[in-house]
């Protein structure tokens, strides 16, 4: 093509179509991530749903990513069926996750914060439309796939104690119980004149930085920030996704002093700007995409459910003796008296989709880092995009060890879901996944 500025000799086809919708609920919408109810009071900046599709060799994939708390079954799948008959789109090939906003509504029903009902009822029609806005504007795309690295943003939330224990927090501990993943991923997505189109990022932070506790308003948090920093680079147009990775235990907090803020909308300026520009760094320095075998595979693997023990018990017994307990362990006490899962299967629904050398996949629930590098560790692919919080939610996923230990987002009731082993399974499930994808579309990456 004349006008391309790019070298697209042998380029396999590739079309592209990217679209955003805001999806911000009423004011007085109750804000999700916490232990009580945060009503909100005014709306910071937009949350959106974010749509990008990708087709190959006549086969379309579809990523979406929404600023919400989570992504649940009875949201995602009357989407994914909207999607299919508005686009004929298969569910398979559609990915849909949550950035993880705390500064957005609960999605969850039958948690602590009410859920505003009447808004979830519209979100499957919203990510199914803008998923369709994406379809029928599709283009002749080139996609520029890069890898840069953030090690000070980031920090493992959780710290080992010199008993070998594990707690939430920095304090009278000898130091980070894990390393982050580090890794920022980024894919441009051109037209055939060289326009940005879109931007995919992958990176694994907690989306809880703008707000904290005691914020009333709506916002994306970083994300959006992010997504406000790129489109000061490529214009307003640009549609700018973020697949959160594994990052159940990572906060933004340092493990050493610093003078920047610690949170609050500064502190998440600076974390979008700066992922932001590692993203286009990533990409401005990448090679076209090449190859373009693509494919998709979605399995529902079945993971024990966490089954109260003795010791679980005795924890609550030694709560139910107390009168000063803070709101999560109340939560905790109401919750294991209400468990109903013991002995029970978790039905998770795994996915994989392939487009060349990447590879992308749908985790469901809130993903300790070290699951996470080690699926990226067994990849077949030269860029493995983790997204977390994607097609539905069962609590945090910690690795075996940690979940023995106990801390937030290890201990069950209060955060885990599934068997201490649970987060294995899936992992190895999400290997013998990706060889499989590979092997049946083919061609190999670069």
């Known amino acids: 093509m004349p006008d391309c500025p790019y070298n697209t000799d042998g380029l396999p086809q590739i079309r592209a179509g990217a679209a955003q919708t805001v999806i911000t609920p009423p004011v007085g919408t109750s804000l999700a991530g916490y232990f009580q109810d945060r009503v909100s009071e005014s709306v910071r900046d937009d949350l959106h749903c974010r749509a990008l599709v990708l087709e190959a060799s006549g086969e379309k994939i579809v990523l979406v990513s929404c600023d919400l708390i989570s992504i649940p079954r009875d949201i995602a799948l009357p989407a994914k069926e909207r999607i299919q008959k508005q686009t004929n789109i298969a569910p398979d090939n559609v990915l849909i996750c949550a950035t993880h906003t705390h500064t957005g509504p609960e999605t969850r029903i039958g948690r602590v914060v009410p859920a505003n009902t009447d808004y979830l009822a519209t979100l499957p029609r919203l990510i199914a439309d803008t998923v369709a806005a994406a379809d029928a504007d599709m283009f002749e795309a080139l996609l520029f796939t890069g890898r840069e690295e953030e090690h000070q943003l980031g920090t493992i939330r959780l710290g080992r104690k010199t008993d070998g224990s594990e707690v939430f927090g920095k304090t009278h501990v000898i130091g980070p119980a894990r390393d982050i993943d580090p890794e920022v991923l980024a ?12 931007v995919l990022v992958n990176y694994a932070n907690h989306v809880d930085v703008i707000g904290g506790g005691g914020a009333k308003f709506l916002s994306a948090d970083w994300p959006g920030e992010m997504a406000k920093a790129v489109a000061g680079v490529y214009g307003p147009d640009v549609v700018t996704l973020l697949l959160n990775g594994a990052c159940g235990d990572i906060n933004h907090h340092y493990w050493r002093p610093t003078r920047h803020p610690t949170g609050g909308p500064v502190k998440a300026q600076q974390i979008g700007r700066a992922i932001a520009g590692l993203a286009v760094s990533a990409g401005e320095k990448a090679e076209p995409l090449d190859t373009a075998s693509c494919g998709a595979l979605l399995k529902v693997v079945d993971i024990p459910h966490y089954t109260r023990d003795q010791a679980m018990r005795r924890e609550v017994d030694a709560l139910r003796a107390r009168h000063d307990l803070s709101a999560a362990e109340s939560y905790v006490v109401k919750a294991f008296d209400e ?32 699951w996470g590098k080690e699926i990226k560790r067994w990849s077949p692919a030269g860029f493995t995009f983790i997204a977390e919080l994607a097609n539905d939610w069962f609590g945090y996923i910690p690795t075996t060890d940690q979940a023995r230990r106990g801390a937030y987002g290890a201990k069950p009731i209060l955060s885990r879901r599934l068997d201490a082993d649970g987060g294995r399974q899936m992992a190895d499930a999400v290997q013998v996944m990706l060889y499989e994808l590979w092997s049946a579309t083919g061609e190999s990456g670069q």
Do not use: N, Y
């Open 187 to 198: 894919v441009i997505v051109r037209d055939m004149r060289g326009r940005v189109r879109a």
């Open 339 to 370: 468990w109903d899962l013991d002995d029970k299967m978790a039905p998770l629904a795994l996915q994989v989709l392939r487009l060349g050398d990447l590879v992308f996949v749908g985790l469901p629930g809130e993903i300790f880092t070290d």
